[in-house]
């Protein structure tokens, strides 16, 4: 394997790591639970964060932050405050 492939798998594997653990302290699961879903979210944070809080499918999560110009806050407002 070249080492620009094996760089690439390396930095996709600790964004996931990263990006599991923003969703897991965010809110409140369990690591092996915030993987299953990033992955439903197709690697995208921001959609997880949205389809976990709002409680929604990929699909509506998307639309919702693509409305709100990719902003959380306006996504989900003062949740958990």
């Known amino acids: 394997m070249s080492d620009m492939i094996l760089k690439s798998e390396a ?3 600790l964004t996931n790591l990263t990006g599991e653990r923003i969703i897991s302290e965010t809110l409140g699961l369990e ?3 915030a993987a299953v879903l990033l992955d439903r979210a197709h690697g995208r944070v921001k959609v997880a964060l949205v ?3 709002l409680d929604v499918d990929r699909d509506n999560a ?3 932050l693509e409305d709100a110009s990719g902003a959380l806050v306006t996504v989900l407002g ?3 405050r």
């Open 31 to 33: 690591r092996a639970a």
């Open 11 to 13: 930095e996709h594997f």
């Open 62 to 64: 998307e639309r919702r």
């Open 51 to 53: 389809m976990g809080c």
């Open 78 to 80: 003062d949740l958990g």
